[in-house]
């Protein structure tokens, strides 16, 4: 498959554990299918960057594929609360981090590759008003579909480094993609707001809800 990587220098070689812990899933090369979406994330800074491309070869690879429908998305949301950094204090929110972490969580240690979400930061803080209570299990699913969000291929261990090779690098120019990407964040944000403001149906479930009733995987009510 080919793949893309933003960033705002050329990389032939991806350099295992050479990003942050603090990333979506820890330590891994970050990824995407998406050309377009390579780019925005390469022009972050608002300065031109490139779009590097590579060969990914998965074969005899572990792969963790978050949106496969054996998960769910508090799947990837117990993952997000363990690496990322900045959940919000008080309210329920350390409860509902200690609850998805030990009820929810898939050790991405055993695995190669991982293929989630990516949580640009309207999406943190999407995810971060459903930790806090402040929204239901069916607004975050929803929110995690606006602005075109991308889905991101996560190399992770040693031996999934061996099986990626650099083509080229495109140049990506941030008067173009830089405005796309806070375009995408604005279009987002928009929805977002609008769906939060909408009414809770009568059956939505809630962080709260969760830990109260003992919600567990495999739980037909999180089919959202």
């Not at 991982?114 to 995810?127: E, V």
Request: proline content about 2%.
């Amino acid at each position: 498959m080919i793949v893309y990587h933003g960033s705002d220098r050329v990389i032939e070689t991806p350099v295992f554990k050479g990003g942050k812990r603090t990333n979506d899933y820890g330590y891994g090369f970050y990824t995407t299918e998406n050309l377009e979406l390579a780019k925005e994330w390469a022009c972050g800074d608002n300065r031109d960057g490139f779009a590097n491309k590579y060969e990914l070869d998965m074969e005899n690879l572990k792969v963790l594929n978050l949106n496969s429908p054996e998960f769910n998305i508090l799947n990837w949301l117990a993952i997000l609360t363990k690496y990322r950094t900045y959940w919000q204090k008080g309210s329920i929110s350390e409860d509902a981090k200690d609850y998805l972490q030990k009820h929810f969580f898939v050790d991405p240690s055993p695995y190669d590759i991982i293929i989630g979400y990516r949580a640009d930061d309207s999406y943190f803080t999407f995810a971060q008003d459903f930790v806090a209570g402040a929204i239901s299990l069916r607004k975050i699913s929803e929110a995690m579909h606006l602005g075109a969000l991308g889905e991101q291929i996560v190399l992770k261990s040693k031996a999934s480094f061996d099986h990626i090779r650099f083509l080229n690098a495109e140049h990506a120019e941030a008067e173009i993609y830089y405005e796309r990407r806070m375009e995408r964040d604005r279009e987002a944000r928009r929805a977002y707001r609008k769906t939060k403001r909408s009414s809770a149906e009568i059956n939505d479930i809630f962080m709260l809800d969760i830990m109260r009733e003992g919600i567990e995987n495999g739980d037909p009510r999180l089919r959202q």
